[in-house]
């Protein structure tokens, strides 16, 4: 299997949260929740939810859907059902959510004073990417903004649904969290897809431009290892010719025929003492 393929049967980010249908199934217990307690009081309300939360982990198992949302509704309306029963009052059945949002909200802000933005770690774990993009600061930037996105997203829940917590009824509250719940987090989402394909822009750009500098290089030394050569074929061919020099006076005497060498007198003297 190539490499273009399993990145076309990478499953997305919303594939990998359940899907619409995961998300809209996780926002049922809190419904539920509400109307029982509206009609019944709290303690079937409790129940209630439970066994929605169950439900839906049951559906989407058989559905062959990702069960993530419904283990994370399972967990938290299990929490937020035993802080309902300890305070005794359908509120604390919010108390949960909104204390997660400040640690949340907390956690986003600090990703981004070390410079390691949640947005961006998050994303490349989810799908593998690694932390190239943390060599690049103009993506570092990015992933902040995004970052930035959903530490708002969160902190605004907290503010609003905590003052509701304190004035307002089990209704408005279930309100504002179904409100500021996906909704919210669709624009939080946006801003991270526009940091991922900003980032990943950037990131193929330089890596294409690496590969052609490399292949230049490459290019050049292919060149430069042909002129050194041909350098050795002409200093070989040099050697050669000076072997092949015109012979002194002395090689052609001795390479004369017998008849045709000079007698002793012909023959060059060497220079005397006094003539030097």
Same mark, same amino acid.
């Given at each position: 299997?190539?490499?273009?393929?399993?990145?076309?049967?990478?499953?997305?980010?919303?594939?990998?949260?359940?899907?619409?249908? =995961?998300? !809209? /199934?996780?926002?049922?217990?809190?419904? %539920?929740?509400?109307? +029982?307690? @509206?009609?019944? #009081?709290?303690?079937? &309300?409790?129940?209630?939810?439970?066994?929605?939360?169950?439900?839906? =982990?049951? !559906? /989407?198992?058989?559905?062959?859907?990702? %069960?993530?949302?419904? +283990?994370? @509704?399972?967990? #938290?309306?299990?929490? &937020?059902?035993?802080?309902?029963?300890?305070?005794?009052?359908?509120? =604390?059945?919010? /108390?949960?959510?909104?204390?997660?949002?400040?640690?949340?909200?907390?956690?986003?802000?600090?990703?981004?004073?070390?410079?390691?933005?949640?947005?961006?770690?998050?994303?490349?774990?989810?799908?593998?990417?690694?932390?190239?993009?943390?060599?690049?600061?103009?993506?570092?930037?990015?992933?902040?903004?995004?970052?930035?996105?959903?530490?708002?997203?969160?902190?605004?829940?907290?503010?609003?649904?905590?003052?509701?917590?304190?004035?307002?009824?089990?209704?408005?509250?279930?309100?504002?969290?179904?409100?500021?719940?996906?909704?919210?987090?669709?624009?939080?989402?946006?801003?991270?897809?526009?940091?991922?394909?900003?980032?990943?822009?950037?990131?193929?750009?330089?890596?294409?431009?690496?590969?052609?500098?490399?292949?230049?290089?490459?290019?050049?030394?292919?060149?430069?290892?042909?002129?050194?050569?041909?350098?050795?074929?002409?200093?070989?061919?040099?050697?050669?010719?000076?072997?092949?020099?015109?012979?002194?006076?002395?090689?052609?005497?001795?390479?004369?025929?017998?008849?045709?060498?000079?007698?002793?007198?012909?023959?060059?003297?060497?220079?005397?003492?006094?003539?030097?």
């Amino acid at each position: 299997m190539t490499q273009a393929n399993e990145t076309e049967k990478q499953p997305t980010m919303l594939e990998q949260m359940g899907g619409v249908t =995961g998300l !809209a /199934l996780s926002s049922l217990p809190v419904v %539920v929740f509400v109307l +029982v307690n @509206a009609f019944a #009081g709290l303690m079937p &309300a409790i129940w209630s939810a439970l066994g929605a939360a169950v439900l839906i =982990g049951i !559906a /989407l198992a058989l559905r062959k859907g990702s %069960v993530q949302p419904a +283990v994370s @509704a399972v967990f #938290g309306v299990g929490i &937020a059902a035993f802080i309902a029963y300890r305070t005794g009052d359908a509120k =604390g059945f919010f /108390l949960f959510g909104i204390w997660q949002s400040l640690v949340y909200g907390g956690a986003f802000i600090l990703s981004i004073l070390v410079r390691w933005p949640l947005a961006g770690v998050v994303w490349s774990f989810l799908n593998g990417q690694g932390t190239a993009w943390r060599q690049d600061k103009a993506s570092v930037r990015d992933y902040d903004i995004a970052t930035l996105v959903w530490a708002l997203v969160f902190c605004s829940r907290f503010v609003v649904q905590r003052w509701l917590y304190d004035e307002a009824s089990v209704g408005w509250l279930a309100a504002a969290r179904l409100a500021m719940g996906y909704p919210l987090m669709a624009v939080a989402l946006f801003a991270t897809v526009w940091a991922v394909r900003r980032s990943d822009k950037r990131l193929k750009a330089a890596l294409a431009a690496e590969e052609e500098e490399n292949r230049e290089a490459e290019e050049r030394l292919r060149a430069q290892a042909a002129g050194n050569q041909v350098t050795d074929h002409q200093v070989a061919g040099d050697a050669d010719a000076g072997d092949r020099a015109e012979p002194n006076i002395y090689d052609r005497m001795l390479d004369a025929p017998a008849d045709q060498r000079p007698t002793g007198e012909q023959r060059p003297q060497p220079a005397r003492a006094d003539e030097r």
